[in-house]
């Protein structure tokens, strides 16, 4: 069974920085992207930012020049390093992974179980 768990939420004061980890275990042949999300309450959930295997990344308008997405692609591991954080960063971060078990399963997506990110001085 896949499990994804994230690390590295908690308090900070605006302006600060926080890391947030996750790992992937379990039955895993291959994961093709990893993503950061967050939902703030009364929002839907929205992309931080995502890597490809191949180390392509994306990120939302909102943290570009502020967060650096990174990837361990040997360990199954994803990063989020987030600098200046901003009240607005405040939201419960899920880590994403789309993957497959072996190599003959079609990709699922798995979602790790949040981590909370709070901003405030």
């Known amino acids: 069974q896949v499990q994804l768990v994230e690390s590295g939420g908690g308090l900070v004061q605006p302006g600060g920085s926080l890391r947030l980890s996750c790992a992937a275990s379990g039955s895993i042949f291959s994961i093709a992207l990893m993503a950061w999300y967050r939902q703030a309450p009364g929002n839907q959930r929205e992309l931080v930012a995502e890597?490809?295997?191949?180390?392509?990344?994306k990120y939302a308008d909102s943290v570009k020049g502020r967060f650096t997405i990174s990837r361990d692609n040997a360990k199954n591991t994803v990063s989020l390093q987030m600098n200046s954080l901003d009240p607005e960063d405040t939201a419960v971060y899920y880590c994403?992974?789309?993957?497959?078990?072996?190599?003959?399963?079609?990709?699922?997506?798995?979602w790790g179980q949040g981590t909370q990110v709070t901003v405030s001085s």
């Open positions: 994403n992974g789309n993957l497959r078990e072996t190599l003959y399963s079609v990709s699922r997506v798995y």
């Open positions: 890597i490809t295997t191949s180390g392509r990344i």
